[in-house]
C-alpha cells in the first residue's frame, strides 16, 4: 500500500481490480478545497487510459512486482532491446512499455524493469542521463547562469530548456521524470 502522494510516472498500481502503470500524476490545491492527486492511468492488460482523481492520503495497493536491472542496448523497429544483466538473455520490450526510454537512452544504460509472471509490465529509466547538445542557438556574450534559457535539441531528439552559456557539442545532464536541465556533465 502507498498513498495517493507518492504516486510516480511508472508506478504499478491495483486500481478496480486490474494492474495500471501511472503515466503522470500531479498534485492540485485549488483555493480553500481539498487538494487532491489527479493521475492518469494506462490499463496493462487493455491499454485503456484513463484520467481519475484520489485524496491525497488515500491508500492505494500496489501488486508484488519484482525488479531487476537490465541494461538497454539498442532500438529494433518500434521494439526497444534489453539484456538481462545476471542471464545476458536479450528481450524485445515493445515502445508502449517503454513510455519516454527514445528520448532518454543512447545505448548501454541501466534501466530497472517490473516483472510480474516473468513478463516485464513496466520500465523505470535512470533518475538522470548524459546526453550531448546537436543543436543550439549560440551563446551569447556576457551571459551568466542566471540570464535566460534556450532551447536545445540533444542527440536523442529530445528538446529541452538549458541556460544560454551551452554550446553545441557540450554534454549535459537530463532529469528524467520531469525532462528537464540538471548541471552541464563533468569530466
Known sequence: MIKASDLR??????????????????HVSKGNWRSYIQARLKNLRTGQLVETRFAVDESIETPFVETRPFEYLYRDGDDFVLMDQSTYDQVHVPKDIMGDGELYLKGNET???????????????????????VDTPPA?????VTSQSKEAVLETGLRI???????????????????????????
Not at 498500481?13 to 501511472?22: A, G
Not at 551569447?140 to 551568466?144: F, S
Open 9 to 26: 510516472k511508472g508506478k504499478l498500481i491495483l486500481y478496480n481490480n486490474e494492474l495500471w502503470t501511472v503515466h503522470s500524476s500531479q
Open 140 to 144: 551569447i556574450r556576457g551571459a551568466t
Open 161 to 187: 530548456k538549458v541556460p544560454s552559456f551551452i554550446e553545441n557539442g557540450e554534454v549535459v545532464r537530463v532529469d528524467t521524470r520531469t525532462g528537464e536541465y540538471v548541471e552541464r556533465a563533468k569530466g
Open 111 to 133: 534501466v530497472t524493469c517490473m516483472i510480474i509472471d516473468a513478463k516485464i509490465v513496466g520500465v523505470e529509466l535512470p533518475n538522470v542521463v548524459e546526453l550531448a547538445v
